[in-house]
């Protein structure tokens, strides 16, 4: 997330006042999404949400590339954000589900702890990697989440 701040000063050309505001709206976008999304995942299979996960950040990442005026990138930003907030829950229980329940608290424990280390690690590879690609950056993470979409996509049809 902290690389939308890199494309809203670089691309968008915001002031450090217009990105602080950004920040705050997209953290609040993060809050309300999870509340919102919590609420319905029941109502869908794993493999859906995954897919669905997917989906949203390969066609937000990949619309990063066009330049969208300020409302825009905030709409994406709102995609993005509503996909992470589909991957957290869902991937948390689908972890719980393939394992024992003696290994629960193990796998979950392990999970929290390579999701805190992602949360130093890819921001400075992001911000590394945006020195080299600039916006382009999206498009790579677009491509990359591709991937795992289409093998999503590829569970759900076997499990209909």
């Known amino acids: 997330s902290t690389v939308f701040l890199r494309y809203a000063k670089d691309v968008l050309w915001a002031s450090l006042y217009e990105s602080s505001l950004l920040w705050a709206a997209i953290g609040m976008m993060f809050a309300i999404n999870q509340v919102l999304v919590v609420k319905k995942l029941g109502k869908f299979d794993d493999n859906k949400l995954i897919f669905m996960w997917f989906l949203l950040l390969v066609v937000g990442f990949g619309l990063f590339l066009k330049t969208p005026p300020m409302f825009g990138f905030l709409a994406l930003c709102f995609l993005v954000t509503l996909?992470?907030?589909f991957c957290m829950p869902t991937f948390k229980a689908m972890l719980s589900k393939?394992?024992?329940e003696d290994s629960q608290g193990s796998a979950l424990g392990v999970e929290e702890s390579l999701y805190a280390l992602?949360?130093?690690v890819a921001p400075i590879f992001a911000w590394f990697v945006w020195g080299i690609a600039g916006s382009g950056l999206?498009?790579?993470?677009s491509l990359i989440c591709l991937v795992p979409l289409l093998l999503a996509y590829?569970?759900?049809m076997l499990k209909e």
């Open 138 to 141: 999206f498009g790579m993470f």
């Open 83 to 85: 996909g992470v907030a």
């Open 118 to 120: 992602n949360r130093i």
């Open 154 to 156: 590829g569970m759900m």
């Open 98 to 100: 393939h394992v024992d």
